[in-house]
């Protein structure tokens, strides 16, 4: 029966049909793939024309959205990531590929990720040194004294941060030290 059924049939244009239907596919798979690289490309161009050393609300949700992607993904797992975080524009193809595909440049991804790291770290010390001061505020002694007003210095300082996107970081601290992996 089944023989039969083979011989009605003309292979030929069975392939044919095949090979229609799979050229179609692959145009159609291609077009796809443009249309998300160029999607991704004019996202990122913009994102490139709002740069600023601050960080924003927008860009650190991003960030803590696409990190745990990053730290996922099979090719960063042959990738020496650090040496890509100090020098970005070292990374092969097929890792700024991956970023544009994300709509993200590679440079200002490590960038955020650095300063998200600075920022959370200037506030853990922050933090340790205003309550270091407080205990230390009623005491008479000179030692006292000076470690009171180190300690307050330190709970005050912002280095290259503005208090605002300090709080930014601090808002979002929870998420963020869940997907560096820090203990708070």
């Known amino acids: 029966m089944v023989k039969d059924l083979i011989k009605d049939l003309d292979l030929t244009k069975i392939l044919w049909r095949i090979i229609c239907v799979l050229i179609i596919l692959f145009a159609f798979n291609i077009k796809i793939v443009n249309l998300s690289w160029e999607q991704s490309e004019k996202i990122l161009d913009y994102k490139r024309d709002h740069y600023t050393k601050e960080l924003n609300e927008y860009e650190l949700d991003d960030f803590i959205r696409i990190y745990p992607k990053y730290k996922q993904d099979k090719i960063f797992q042959r990738v020496d990531t650090d040496y890509i975080m100090e020098y970005p524009d070292s990374a092969d193809w097929i890792t700024k590929r991956w970023f544009i595909y994300q709509a993200w440049d590679i440079g200002r991804f490590f960038y955020i990720q ?64 869940k997907i560096f992996g820090n203990k708070t």
């Open 114 to 177: 650095k300063r998200v790291q600075q920022a959370l770290n200037l506030i853990k010390i922050r933090k340790e040194a205003a309550g270091f001061a407080e205990q230390l505020e009623n005491r008479e002694d000179e030692i006292a004294k000076q470690m009171f007003e180190l300690q307050k210095s330190k709970a005050e300082n912002t280095e290259d941060f503005s208090e605002d996107e300090l709080n930014l970081v601090e808002r979002k601290s929870e998420a963020l030290n």
